[in-house]
Nanobody, 123 residues
Framework: QVQLVESGGGLVQPGGSLRLSCVAS????????MGWYRQAPGKQRELVAT???????NYADSVKGRFTISEDNAKNTVYLQMNSLKTEDTAVYYC?????????????????WGQGTLVTGSA
């Protein structure tokens, strides 16, 4: 079993900052990539940012220059530093991970999601 637990969401004024964290735990052999997605009310879930174990990052155009994704491989943790927040950044943010885990027959690679953390940008 693998679990992703997010933290760090909350209410922030436009222009403010927040940092989200996501810790992966369980029978992990290797984390291949981690990332953040978000879903605003009435909208589909969308990619925010991803990072591979090798450090390659990818960002949605809407957050480039404002958000930074980083990882601590030793702690199986990914962070999302969000600066210059806008009201349109309001959404539930979900951690996502592509993980190779130990199984009864060896290893297997599966995708995992966290439970989500709410970020609200409001005055």
């Amino acid at each position: 079993q693998v679990q992703l637990v997010e933290s760090g969401g909350g209410l922030v004024q436009p222009g403010g900052s927040l940092r989200l964290s996501c810790v992966a735990s369980g029978m992990i052999f290797r984390i291949n990539a981690m990332g953040w997605y978000r879903q605003a009310p009435g909208k589909q879930r969308e990619l925010v940012a991803t990072v591979t174990t090798g450090g390659t990052t990818n960002y949605a155009d809407s957050v480039k220059g404002r958000f930074t994704i980083s990882e601590d491989n030793a702690k199986n943790t990914v962070y999302l530093q969000m600066n210059s927040l806008k009201t349109e950044d309001t959404a539930v943010y979900y951690c996502n991970a592509d993980i190779t885990r130990y199984t009864s027959y060896g290893t297997g690679t599966t995708e995992h999601w966290g439970q989500g953390t709410l970020v609200t940008g409001s005055a």
